[in-house]
Nanobody, 114 residues
Framework: QVQPVESGGGLVQAGGSLRLSCAASGSFFSSSWVAWYRQAPGKERELVARISSGGYGVYVPSVTGRFTISRDNAKNTMFLQMNGLKPEDTAVYLC????????WGQGTQVTVSS
């Protein structure tokens, strides 16, 4: 299975911004939908946002208006621009297809301090 590689996480104060990147082989981005997920300590992994091959993004209510998902199929990459970060956004962020049909990478840690 393809394992994507996530990067771009870090420690920011509430209200700050981060831009996450996901890189994977071409077979990963041949999927119609790819997505960002996150897993906070002690919680189940959850979907954050997904994007179609044509660039249509769908967001969970908690991030709508703050996060923007995008993809560059030619470069086999996907991004998550996160603005207005809140402490409750603290989690490990991972990318995968939607629905999940690929291996999981290690993710990238996002920590938002209050």
């Amino acid at each position: 299975q393809v394992q994507p590689v996530e990067s771009g996480g870090g420690l920011v104060q509430a209200g700050g911004s981060l831009r996450l990147s996901c890189a994977a082989s071409g077979s990963f981005f041949s999927s119609s939908w790819v997505a960002w997920y996150r897993q906070a300590p002690g919680k189940e992994r959850e979907l954050v946002a997904r994007i179609s091959s044509g660039g249509y993004g769908v967001y969970v209510p908690s991030v709508t208006g703050r996060f923007t998902i995008s993809r560059d199929n030619a470069k086999n990459t996907m991004f998550l621009q996160m603005n207005g970060l809140k402490p409750e956004d603290t989690a490990v962020y991972l990318c995968n297809t939607f629905p999940v049909n690929s291996g999981w990478g290690q993710g990238t840690q996002v920590t938002v301090s209050s």
